[in-house]
């Protein structure tokens, strides 16, 4: 949705005729075009007024600087007349976005004519899933294969399904209204993402679904719901290969233009009449953007802008692989996407990750005056909206428990809480209370009614309460009465299945392909300069000097050579496998958008590597044939070429076939070899025809190798060179016996059958590989997990949930609380294992690198970028220390060189712990990082990751039974019990959800017994709650008396006042403030109100993002002070300096980190460790463990029935 959404009809994307859906409104007054034009202009304006409506559309005048107008093309509208119309209209997106936007909606309305609107009704809904419980639900080897068995028996009704039900979402009911945002809000597996699937029309068809979903009264089998809404997922999924602009172009030219063509023809024609004259500028967008089939579009260039995405818009976008944009960039990117086209509803899934509070504000305001400009209906999913963010939406939608809590205006939701007696505090985001206000051991901290005892209110009590609260009533009347579809637009709603036609669909699918081949160019070079290389061993090793052509032996050694450079043609096709599993994620996702057929990506593939065919097998062909000796006729040359074309092409087609199937590359790639071994097996050679089993008869006559085989043996040895009669009694010529001799065809016609049937298996393979991407969905389908009520223990059940549905991952009694200061419950902890207190101090730390040669390029003379600029401070126990600052301010850097993992650039200053110097071989022992990315073995448990870390790292003296309860009591202080017999796996495909992988990562460091803790960012990507629950886990630590710094990223109050002092850094690397946050952040609030000309907070205002605000660059220039300077004067600063002092000298009695060994166990534990995990990972692995006993068992059966007795024949 963008400026163009508003000539969004519903499906016509016809140049000429019907624009009759927009012809329902009646004329009204309009104003007349001015009469002092300049008469030039208004020649042009006239000339273009006699044009045909098609030819009309087509032209613009584009106004330039100087006053004078050109005609231009509109089809030919280049980048840089984009962008002045862009820079015209929207300047600056923040300012400019809104007056643009009317002067849109003006234009339109001046004629009559209504923008369609889109309302959407859900009524008594109801989603269920089926899940194993427990143990049964780890997907071990042995569960893997009941789970076969089960199904089967169950399809066949000879056993029950003992898969327990599990409710998703509970007969919730609801209107979404254009013109209106609407935030949805719950605690983390409340349902939210599969609301908004159901909403958009995209839930599995897995799922047991009931109720309704309506649009403007229509049911979702009416219309193509994937078209008329857009979905925008939470996980970010792109074509690492591709640059920003390119991914939106590509995106937008799928979409298409909806019926902004015909909405355009109808406003020209009434403008016409009327004898109006548009605004040039806005004139030309219009038509631009109803352009169909354009490479690059202005609507993509009016996205990047209000995305903020212009910086990096010719940028990679990146993956694992790949150095690309941001992660917060990336997910701009993802919903950019969907922004870029036609759709006039819009279902967003927390697009907010990563991105900091401001720039979730300007996007979030854009969307605000998109819908409410021009018409549109939105429901987004945010993780932590600031209160500047939440007061931008008109509808709030809490959901819990797959229930709807509360569903109506945001200025009335925290009276219908209070109604309930909670009341939500002063210094509390809004968003924050209503995510805690539903959950159990969150809730009592709201209660305001002193002279009533609180008692916990469920869920279910909450929702049936809304009933009969006053806006609940009114939602239940509304909902009464059905929809008038009389007033449906004819064009609000979707009917046709893609956005532009076959023929444009296979132009930008053609297109993409193209692009992506010219990027991965080093494949292709590489394969073929493998191919090089072997085709120089090949003719080495078969030099025609050293081969001869007179016997029946001499042709076998021949056979061997062709056969040898069939098998390195079909080799060379291989690498199709690995690159079609690669793209398979991102053509999942865009093939259910419906942005192409199957067939659409399908034939790019094949046909543009046509052409590399030709070069890969003419440089084996022709570095080959003549130096090996095979028959020098020419024509024989070249059939030769012919064939082997034939067979690279048929093994690329059966690979990329493969990988469609198979959708996982370990899967994948053990059918890849069953298949080579089965065609080698069964090719005519390793196997001559007389020698294959009957019941083997069929595999030879279905294997393509055999027709290769047989093709190439008979255009080689039915040649002159080989027409010789070596033994007259027979009467035959040399190729004929040597044909004879291995069982191979001896006709002539069989190159001919050869041809044909290769050419029948590429069709065949690739039609295969259509089918597969059509029908089959994603193999790593996504889990997630839920606490089984019946244990105690927590233990875990994972459901099959495809597109990311989400079932309650903690039960009502394991809840946990947001309290982050919450007291620890044991008041023991830490004295199973004792650890010594450390504290850590630096000095005037320097840290830089040498400087980048673009940087140099770019006339920087310096030979050094300094990085950090001699900060100095102290971490002391049981302080929880914040580092904060913009981003480059230096944050991670300084955390990295504290903790050691800095392994380039130089160093200066001094690093002291507990008084003595830095030492990291021993540092390492007592110290733990936490990384910001949550990096954990897949295939274990919550339990046996803490095992392997505790088993590795803690000292060797430490006995087994020590190191369990040790264990226990870390589980117990991260909260991590009842998750402790819950698979880790995947993040974004299955086990732990986000804020889960963070508590296990502080576990995983914490069992190692540090003193010192370092950890990067770990509230970042959580939603309210879930941050607030890493937070106590943080405090917890701390509480122990362990020494913890913490980066932290845009936190809310609450997280911010859990810190005890807070390390603040300019860009540039300098510290602006190092000190204690006081009651309410009294004492850095004082800091900074202190300087002169700095506004003073607002109340309520969250201190962290008023103290960024007041100590910008900009604010700095305004000011006229430095910060950093400012600070350095200060009587702050002067104390620090003095505590660094003290604690930089040893404590009496003291003695320095000294450890006998490198490492904590002996090699033997190390090994015994190691092959304990590997053990269970691969138990739990079935797509390679079940995958390879399958694959041996059938090739041992294969290859024993296919040799059956031959070791007796002599």
Same mark, same amino acid.
């Given at each position: 949705m963008e400026g163009g959404d508003i000539y969004r009809a519903s499906n016509s994307i016809r140049r000429t005729g019907s624009s009759s859906v927009w012809r329902n409104t009646g004329m009204e007054a309009f104003s007349r075009s001015s009469r002092d034009e300049d008469d030039e202009e208004a020649l042009r304006w006239a000339a273009l007024e006699k044009l045909p409506t098609f030819d009309r559309l087509r032209k613009g005048i584009l106004t330039a600087s100087h006053g004078a107008g050109n005609e231009i093309d509109i089809q030919s509208l280049g980048f840089n007349e984009r962008r002045t119309i862009l820079e015209r209209l929207v300047k600056v997106a923040e300012e400019d976005n809104e007056r643009f936007l009317l002067k849109l909606k003006d234009r339109i309305e001046r004629v009559g004519i209504d923008m369609p609107t889109i309302e959407v009704r859900y009524e008594h809904l109801n989603v269920e899933a089926e899940a194993h419980v427990g143990s049964r639900a780890l997907p071990s080897f042995i569960n893997f294969v009941m789970d076969i068995i089960d199904g089967f028996l169950n399809t066949l009704h000879i056993l029950p399904n003992h898969k327990k039900h599990v409710s998703i979402l509970k007969d919730v009911s609801g209107v979404i209204k254009p013109c209106r945002m609407t935030l949805l809000l719950g605690p983390p597996s409340s349902g939210k993402t599969s609301l908004l699937l159901a909403l958009s029309g995209k839930l599995d068809k897995e799922l047991k679904t009931t109720g309704s979903v309506t649009y403007n009264g229509h049911g979702l089998n009416e219309f193509v719901p994937q078209r008329t809404a857009a979905y925008i997922s939470q996980h970010d999924l792109h074509i690492g290969e591709m640059t920003v602009r390119e991914t939106l172009s590509f995106s937008a030219r799928c979409q298409g233009v909806g019926s902004r063509y015909d909405m355009l023809a109808e406003l020209s024609r009434r403008e016409k009449a009327a004898n109006i004259k548009p605004d040039p500028d806005i004139d030309i967008y219009m038509k631009a953007a109803a352009a169909e089939g354009q490479e690059t579009n202005v609507i993509t260039d009016y996205v990047l802008k209000i995305l903020g995405l212009e910086v990096c818009a010719d940028t990679m976008v990146g993956d694992e692989m790949l150095r690309g944009i941001s992660g917060g960039q990336r997910k701009r990117v993802t919903t950019g996407e969907m922004l870029v086209g036609p759709s006039k509803a819009l279902f967003m899934d927390e697009i907010s990750t990563g991105l900091d509070s401001s720039t979730t504000y300007q996007i979030v305001n854009s969307l605000r005056q998109i819908v409410h400009i021009l018409k549109g209906t939105a429901v987004i999913s945010l993780l932590q909206p600031a209160p500047e963010t939440y007061d931008l939406f008109d509808d709030i939608i809490l959901i819990s428990d797959g229930q709807i809590v509360y569903h109506g205006p945001r200025e009335l939701v925290l009276e219908f809480f209070e109604s309930m007696g909670f009341r939500c505090p002063e210094r509390k985001g809004v968003a924050d209370f209503l995510q805690e206000v539903t959950s159990r051991k969150d809730q009592q901290q709201y209660w305001f009614r002193r002279d009533e005892p609180y008692r916990f209110v469920a869920v279910r009590e909450f929702a049936e309460a809304f009933q009969s609260f006053h806006v609940g009533r009114k939602l239940a009347e509304e909902l009464s009465s059905p929809y008038d579809r009389s007033k449906s637009h004819p064009a609000a709603l979707t009917t046709q299945k893609y956005g532009i036609g076959p023929k444009e669909l296979l132009k930008a699918s053609i297109s993409r392909e193209y692009l992506l081949m010219k990027r991965n160019s080093f494949v292709y070079i590489f394969k073929l300069v493998q191919l090089t290389i072997m085709a120089c061993i090949a003719m080495t090793l078969f030099m025609r000097t050293k081969l001869h052509k007179d016997s029946v032996t001499d042709g076998g050694i021949y056979v061997g050579a062709l056969f040898f450079t069939v098998i390195m043609i079909m080799f060379n096709g291989m690498s199709e496998l690995s690159m079609t599993i690669a793209k398979l994620p991102v053509f999942y996702k865009q093939r259910d958008l419906l942005f192409y057929p199957s067939w659409a990506y399908a034939l790019p593939t094949w046909i543009l590597k046509i052409p590399i065919t030709f070069v890969e097998v003419g440089v084996w062909t022709f570095i080959t044939y003549y130096v090996i000796g095979f028959d020098p006729y020419v024509v024989r040359l070249f059939r030769q070429y012919l064939l082997l074309m034939l067979v690279n092409q048929m093994a690329s087609s059966l690979f990329r076939f493969i990988g469609a199937l198979g959708r996982n590359m370990i899967v994948a790639n053990t059918f890849g070899a069953f298949a080579l071994l089965t065609l080698f097996a069964l090719g005519g050679v390793v196997l001559s025809r007389e020698q294959v089993k009957k019941w083997w008869k069929w595999g030879y006559w279905s294997s393509p190798l055999m027709y290769a085989q047989n093709a190439i043996v008979v255009n080689e040895f039915l040649g002159n060179s080989w027409s010789q009669i070596q033994n007259v009694t027979k009467n035959e010529a040399l190729g004929v016996e040597v044909l004879k001799s291995r069982g191979f065809?001896?006709?002539?016609?069989?190159?001919?059958?050869?041809?044909?049937?290769?050419?029948?298996?590429? !069709?065949?393979?690739?039609?295969?590989?259509?089918? +597969?991407?059509k029908y089959l969905n994603p193999f790593g389908v996504s889990h997630s997990i839920k606490a089984d009520d019946s244990e105690p223990t927590g233990r875990e059940i994972e459901l099959s949930a495809r597109g990311g549905k989400e079932i309650k991952r903690e039960s009502g009694h394991s809840s946990k609380s947001s309290s982050v200061v919450a007291p620890p419950a044991n008041g023991k902890r830490g004295m199973v294992l004792p650890f010594e207190q450390h504290s850590i101090t630096f000095d005037d730390i320097k840290y830089s690198v040498d400087m980048p040669e673009e940087m140099k390029i770019q006339g920087v003379v310096e030979d050094k970028l300094v990085l950090l600029k001699g900060v100095s401070g102290a971490f002391r126990p049981g302080v929880l220390t +914040? =580092?904060?600052?913009?981003?480059?301010?230096?944050?991670?850097?300084?955390?990295? @060189?504290?903790?050691?993992?800095? /392994?380039?650039?130089?160093?200066? #200053?001094?690093?002291?712990?507990?008084?003595?110097?830095?030492?990291?071989?021993?540092?390492?022992?007592?110290?733990?990082?936490?990384?910001?990315?949550? %990096?954990?073995?897949?295939? @274990? /448990?919550?339990?046996?990751? !803490?095992?392997?870390?505790?088993? =590795?790292?803690?000292?060797?003296? @430490?006995?087994?039974?020590?190191?369990?309860?040790?264990?226990?009591?870390?589980?117990?202080?991260?909260? &991590?019990?009842? &998750?402790?017999?819950?698979?880790?796996? !995947?993040? #974004?495909? *299955?086990?732990?959800?986000?804020?889960?992988?963070?508590?296990?990562? $502080?576990?995983?460091?914490?069992?190692?017994?540090?003193?010192? %803790?370092?950890?990067?960012?770990?509230?970042?990507?959580?939603?309210?709650?879930? +941050?607030?629950?890493?937070?106590?886990?943080?405090?917890?630590?701390?509480?122990?008396?362990?020494?913890?710094?913490?980066?932290?990223?845009?936190?809310?109050?609450? $997280?911010?006042?859990?810190?005890?002092?807070?390390?603040?850094?300019?860009?540039?690397?300098?510290?602006?403030?190092?000190?204690?946050? #006081?009651?309410?952040?009294?004492?850095? $609030?004082?800091?900074?109100?202190?300087?002169?000309?700095?506004?003073?907070?607002?109340?309520?205002?969250?201190?962290?993002?008023?103290?960024?605000?007041?100590?910008?660059?900009?604010?700095?220039?305004?000011?006229? @002070?430095?910060?950093?300077?400012?600070?350095?004067?200060?009587? =702050?600063?002067?104390? *620090?300096?003095?505590? %660094?002092?003290? !604690?930089?000298?040893?404590?009496?009695?003291?003695?320095?980190?000294?450890?006998?060994?490198?490492?904590?166990?002996?090699?033997?534990?190390?090994?015994?460790?190691?092959?304990?995990?590997?053990?269970?990972?691969?138990?739990?692995?079935?797509?390679? /463990?079940?995958?390879?006993?399958?694959?041996?068992?059938?090739?041992?059966?294969?290859?024993?029935?296919?040799?059956?007795?031959? #070791?007796?024949?002599?």
């Open positions: 065809f001896t006709s002539a016609y069989w190159y001919w059958i050869g041809v044909g049937a290769l050419v029948g298996f590429v !069709l065949l393979f690739n039609f295969g590989f259509t089918m +597969a991407l +914040a =580092l904060m600052g913009v981003s480059g301010a230096g944050k991670t850097t300084l955390m990295d @060189v504290l903790a050691g993992r800095k /392994t380039g650039g130089y160093i200066e #200053g001094n690093i002291m712990i507990s008084g003595y110097p830095k030492k990291q071989e021993t540092f390492a022992r007592v110290s733990g990082y936490c990384e910001q990315n949550d %990096i954990h073995s897949p295939h @274990v /448990t919550v339990y046996e990751s !803490l095992v392997y870390s505790a088993w =590795l790292r803690l000292p060797a003296e @430490v006995d087994s039974n020590t190191r369990k309860m040790f264990i226990e009591e870390v589980m117990e202080l991260v909260e &991590l019990n009842p &998750l402790r017999e819950a698979l880790v796996g !995947l993040p #974004g495909v *299955n086990g732990l959800s986000t804020e889960q992988r963070k508590r296990l990562t $502080i576990a995983v460091e914490l069992v190692a017994n540090p003193s010192i %803790i370092f950890m990067d960012e770990p509230t970042s990507g959580l939603d309210a709650r879930a +941050a607030a629950i890493v937070m106590r886990t943080v405090r917890n630590t701390v509480d122990t008396g362990r020494t913890v710094v913490c980066t932290i990223h845009q936190p809310s109050i609450d $997280i911010f006042e859990a810190f005890d002092e807070l390390f603040l850094m300019k860009r540039g690397g300098e510290e602006i403030y190092v000190g204690p946050l #006081g009651h309410h952040s009294s004492q850095l $609030i004082k800091y900074f109100e202190g300087v002169q000309g700095v506004s003073k907070i607002k109340d309520g205002y969250n201190p962290a993002t008023w103290m960024l605000e007041v100590s910008t660059s900009a604010q700095e220039l305004a000011l006229g @002070v430095d910060f950093a300077e400012y600070y350095k004067q200060s009587d =702050l600063y002067r104390r *620090n300096k003095a505590l %660094i002092k003290e !604690l930089s000298v040893p404590a009496p009695n003291s003695k320095d980190l000294y450890f006998q060994t490198e490492y904590s166990q002996s090699f033997l534990t190390q090994c015994l460790a190691c092959l304990w995990k590997q053990r269970k990972s691969y138990w739990r692995n079935p797509p390679y /463990t079940a995958v390879r006993f399958l694959f041996t068992t059938f090739i041992a059966i294969m290859f024993g029935s296919m040799f059956w007795d031959l #070791g007796k024949r002599r």
